[in-house]
Structures are given as C-alpha cells and as structure tokens.
C-alpha cells in the first residue's frame, strides 16, 4: 500500500519559487511567468472552495463558476498570444461543465480543454480533500492513494538519520497530494529490473533534476533531489527540465503526465 506524505508546499511558495527559476533560467522565463500567475488565481480558487465547501455533485458547476474565470484572467494576463486566443475562444464556446468532468474522468481531451480543467479543479480539490477521495481510486500505489490521478513529478528527499535512506515521494498531478513510492521502480509500470531503468541527466545545467525513465513501457517522471537543492518547490521544478524533457523525447520516452504548461 501507498503511504501518505504531509503535502510540503503551498501556493504562496509555488509562486516564489517560480520567480526565483525564472531569474535563474532563461529558458524557461515564460512559462514560469504563466505559472506565477496562474498559482496566484489558484490560491485564490482554493481559498474560497474552503470557505464555500461545495459538495462533490456539484464540483463540475463550482468549479466552472468559482475558479475558472479567475484562470482565464491570468492567462490574459500573463499567456502567450496564441494561449490568450485559444483560451478565449474555448470559454465561449460553452458546455465548460462537461469540459471539467472529462478531466477527472480522465478522458482524451484537446490540449485546451486539459489546461482549463486542470488549472481551475486542481485548486478545488487541493482544498478540499474530501470530494478528492470521492473520485475513484485506481487501488495501485502508483496513482494517488487520496485521488487516484497519475503522478506529475517524483522528488527525493533527506531521511534526516546518516544511516537511512531518505524517501521517494510523489506529487499528484490532480490534487498535489504526496505519497511515498519505492526508489527503482517504474512510476508507470512498476518496472525494477535496474537493467531497464534509464537515468538520463545534466549535471552542470540542471544539477538537482533528473528524467527516471523505463525501456519497458518507454515512459519517464522528472525527479527532483531535494537533497541537492533544499528550496526546491518539486511541482515548480519540475517544469525546469525541459532540456532533460527534450532529450527523453529524442529517447522515444513519454512524459507520464505532461505538467500544466503542456510539456
């Protein structure tokens, strides 16, 4: 069984550290701008989902009402020309509630659609972890134990004690819950012949980040080592890697879950 790990970060952090990586990489100043912006009006979903407590029959409705709007505000804000223009045209074209409830079905879904859903419900559920236990739960230990949804990146952390090794926890991409997960084993398949594991790397550019990858199913997670970066915001981080992203696709690896930025 999965073991549930206290969640370590909020969205006031999110968007801290968003703003330190974008100083610190060039690369990636643009969809870490969208990111800060979008945490700010996720902060401020999950803050009134607390006071409001909707029910999970109503999540789709709540959501559409109560946090989508303040989404589409920050891609005006802060997206690129192309993401302003396909937001906008997917808000008014109607039928968001079927939109969201696609989206925890975990159905396929345009490139659109995904990033609405999951920047408006994520907050939602993030807040309030009794309608996240009420979606259905995959009873694997590599999806989340609280909401059943895949994970987004895998972290490394210090046990704290010389002798013991520290944990490998894993981020939901749905609700940003944590689980501890075994260290070689594939985060899709559940692959741990090490002769099939790939670590793939950048040592100078991106010390604290890796691609986990498996020749067996050909998918990957990024891991974050906390222990090398001690203010590392895993979820952040995460969207850092695209040069090690970039080269993992070269691999013919698949991203288990692409991050909020698409990639």
Not at 76 to 92: D, I, P, Q, S, Y
Not at 95 to 124: H, I, N, Y
Not at 173 to 190: D, F, I, L, S
Request: charged letters at 25%.
């Amino acid at each position: 069984m999965s073991a549930v790990a206290e969640r370590t970060t909020t969205y006031a952090d999110r968007r801290k550290r968003a703003a330190e990586l974008a100083e610190r990489y060039d690369f990636a100043r643009e969809p870490l701008a969208l990111y800060g912006a979008l945490a700010g009006s996720q902060e401020r979903a999950l803050e009134r989902a607390r006071a409001d407590r909707p029910s999970v029959d109503e999540l789709a409705a709540y959501v559409v009402r109560a946090a989508l709007p303040e989404v589409v505000g920050a891609v005006m804000n802060a997206g690129t020309e192309t993401l302003r223009e396909a937001v906008l045209l997917r808000f008014h074209e109607g039928d968001l509630e079927r939109m969201v409830t696609s989206w925890l079905r975990g159905e396929t879904q345009k490139g659109t659609d995904v990033f609405l859903a999951r920047a408006a419900t994520s907050p939602v559920l993030e807040a309030l972890p009794e309608i996240a236990r009420a979606l259905p739960i995959a009873g694997e230990e590599r999806f989340c134990p609280q909401c059943g949804g895949s994970p987004q990146v895998s972290v490394f952390v210090d046990s704290g004690e010389a002798l013991v090794t520290g944990q490998r926890r894993l981020v939901c991409a749905r609700c940003a819950n944590e689980w501890v997960y075994p260290r070689m084993t594939c985060v899709a398949c559940g692959e741990t012949d090490s002769g099939k594991l790939v670590v793939l790397a950048d040592p100078d550019q991106l010390p604290h980040l890796r691609i986990d990858a498996c020749e067996r199913c050909k998918r990957y997670i990024v891991s974050v080592d906390a222990r090398l970066e001690s203010h590392a915001v895993p979820i952040v981080d995460e969207i850092v890697a695209i040069p090690l992203d970039i080269v993992a696709a070269e691999r013919g690896f698949t991203k288990v879950t692409p991050n909020l930025m698409g990639f």
